[in-house]
């Protein structure tokens, strides 16, 4: 699924190694900016906007920033390059040639064809000093079927100052607007609330360095303007077009399986049903004969092409589901690992369609186009976001997806028979469920199962010889659980020391990441994954320990920890029990004080169970 860009930017990326962390000064820059757009709303709902950006180039990289500029838009849509030119530090002014503006074909989109065009800008002789400016006019078209406008303004970071910014929105119907950490900006609304004007206060620079790979900035300064705040103004009319689809008859591949199927729990139902689309059909988002916005093809075409998008995919899933009894609702969602809450409704919202479907009296939320089928799971770029359903009465609603609750995603039994060697035996027989086997899934459907045992073996140890992973073919249809048996030689298990061993199962690397994040003045909120419970049993055959039997837990919002210490007739064990309880961490919950004090009790934790051993 996509819609119409409502705004014409210039996507600009910095990378960096996790080192230090901070917000960048606005010294280090690369590219400084004023920009004005003015935008009209037209009674079709399309748009027209005039965008007027001048770039000056501060430091080598902005030079390589804007070395071309790219513009892509649907078809349906019409770009214009009124002007553009470079101005040298020394006066002298470059012009923009016809040759070096090319429209083409864009590139089609991973798992899509499309007619979309792309305009280019090539700009010449750029230097430090140099004052890149443009004008461009786009017209928007509306999407198919809407009624209602939606226009948001994101000021999220990016290696850009702006020195000045302008925005301008008119229309023939009175607008509504909201905003969010806006202190920066000055919002004016005309008597008639037909026209709303922001400009910036002073200069900005919002970017941010060295953040950890699975970071991110979940809050900057943003505004939604729009003609309607009801969700049924916005997508009313989609759910009369998907009722009047679904109220046709199954194509006969559909109706089969659903024939097949009758009489059978429906929550076998449910997994034949994912089966069969995953099976039959590719998920690809066809735009070559018309730009469809929200509007799935028939059933019939559905079946008749074999492949299909999500609205598409999700539409052929309600039908089969409501044909087999089970009461099921398209559903409109952002997919993504971070969904802000919308500030007002409409389709600059949501960007992918699910099923939300009632089994044995739970709910669950339906993702045709996903590789696999995890029954009674929220897959983690669904959990924590406002969804938009599509009754049978033509009503749409709004709910709320929940959070995943904490499931035991990680039972591992492990037996290490060490020798004086400093070498170990290890044979380990692990329980997977949730997350970590779906990816386990991924890595054997597209690098191949050899590479998923490889992965494996490398976990088994320090120094890990003579793997042999022995477990079941996964597939389409993730189990509850699912039985892996690792056997091998970790040949540097422990660590001499005069005589004695040290130990260290490396147990707390993640809270003393935690104490860098804080040390190094990281500001971007740290993604964790499904919240979950790991369980870990260790037997360490021949050892005698130094220290006595110990226990220790830690316990917060976000992390429960248990660890245990005992002494056996063969040796030494320890139990191990992790639960993470939320997806996201806040930058504002690792530096408080209770999440500090979290980090010491739980890093001593498990720094405790390295030590010392006799054999």
Avoid at 3 to 20: E, K, R
Avoid at 183 to 195: H, I, L, M, Q, W
Avoid at 265 to 279: E, L, Y
Avoid at 410 to 433: C, F, P, W, Y
Wanted: charged residues 20%; neutral net charge; hydrophobic residues 35%.
């Amino acid at each position: 699924m996509r819609f119409p860009a409502s705004l014409l930017t210039t996507t600009l990326v910095l990378a960096s190694p996790a080192i230090l962390a901070a917000r960048q000064p606005a010294a280090e820059a690369p590219l400084a900016l004023n920009t004005s757009i003015n935008c009209r709303h037209n009674a079709d709902n399309s748009l027209d906007c005039t965008t007027r950006n001048q770039f000056t180039i501060l430091k080598p990289a902005g030079k390589d920033f804007l070395s071309r500029i790219d513009f892509t838009y649907p078809d349906t849509d019409t770009l214009e390059v009124v002007d553009g030119e470079v101005r040298q530090q020394g006066g002298k002014v470059v012009k923009l040639e016809k040759s070096q503006v090319e429209t083409r074909a864009a590139p089609n989109p991973y798992a899509g064809v499309s007619r979309d065009k792309q305009t280019w800008l090539a700009f010449p002789e750029l230097a430090v000093g140099s004052v890149v400016s443009y004008q461009v006019k786009h017209h928007i078209a509306a999407p198919p079927l809407s009624r209602e406008m939606l226009y948001r303004l994101d000021f999220d970071p990016e290696p850009v100052r702006y020195d000045s910014y302008h925005f301008e929105l008119s229309s023939p119907r009175p607008l509504l607007s909201r905003s969010e950490l806006m202190d920066g900006f000055k919002t004016a609304v005309s008597a008639d609330n037909k026209r709303i004007t922001v400009d910036q206060q002073g200069s900005r620079y919002l970017n941010f360095t060295n953040e950890w790979n699975n970071s991110a900035l979940r809050g900057w300064p943003r505004l939604s303007i729009a003609t309607s705040d009801a969700p049924q103004q916005h997508f009313g009319v989609y759910a009369e077009r998907y009722n009047s689809i679904l109220a046709a008859a199954l194509p006969p591949g559909a109706a089969a399986v659903v024939a097949e199927q009758q009489g059978k729990p429906a929550a076998q139902q449910v997994a034949a049903f994912m089966q069969h689309i995953n099976s039959h059909y590719r998920y690809l988002n066809d735009q070559r004969l018309a730009e469809r916005g929200l509007v799935p093809f028939t059933l019939a075409e559905i079946e008749q092409h074999g492949y299909g998008d999500c609205k598409d995919l999700a539409t052929l899933l309600t039908a089969m589901l409501r044909r087999a009894g089970i009461e099921a609702e398209p559903a409109l969602v952002f997919r993504g690992n971070y969904a802000q809450p919308p500030l007002l409704p409409g389709l600059g919202t949501v960007n992918h369609m699910i099923v939300r479907a009632e089994i044995d009296g739970k709910t669950e939320w339906l993702d045709a186009t996903n590789p696999f089928f995890a029954a009674s799971r929220i897959m983690p770029d669904l959990q924590e976001r406002v969804s938009y359903l599509m009754g049978r009465d033509g009503k749409v609603r709004q709910d709320f997806i929940p959070l995943q609750a904490p499931t035991l995603s990680s039972t591992v039994n492990r037996t290490e028979t060490l020798k004086r060697d400093s070498s170990a035996r290890i044979v380990s027989q692990s329980q997977l469920s949730g997350w970590p086997l779906i990816e386990m899934t991924m890595q054997d459907r597209y690098q191949g199962s050899s590479s998923t045992e490889q992965s494996v073996c490398h976990g088994l140890g320090n120094q890990a010889q003579n793997c042999k992973v022995e477990r079941a073919p996964t597939g389409f249809l993730i189990p509850e659980r699912y039985a892996i048996r690792v056997g091998g030689d970790d040949v540097r298990a422990l660590e001499k020391i005069s005589g004695l061993y040290l130990y260290d199962p490396r147990l707390e690397s993640r809270w003393n990441d935690f104490d860098n994040y804080r040390d190094n003045g990281n500001q971007a909120d740290v993604y964790l994954g499904d919240p979950e419970i790991i369980e870990r049993t260790v037997e360490l055959q021949g050892a005698q320990a130094i220290q006595p039997a110990f226990s220790c837990q830690a316990r917060s919002p976000w992390f429960d920890l248990d660890l245990r210490q005992s002494a056996t007739a063969a040796g030494i064990r320890y139990q191990y029990r992790l639960t993470r309880k939320v997806r996201w961490l806040s930058h504002n919950d690792i530096v408080s004080p209770e999440f500090a004090a979290l980090n010491r009790q739980a890093r001593a934790c498990s720094t405790e169970v390295r030590q010392i051993l006799k054999l």
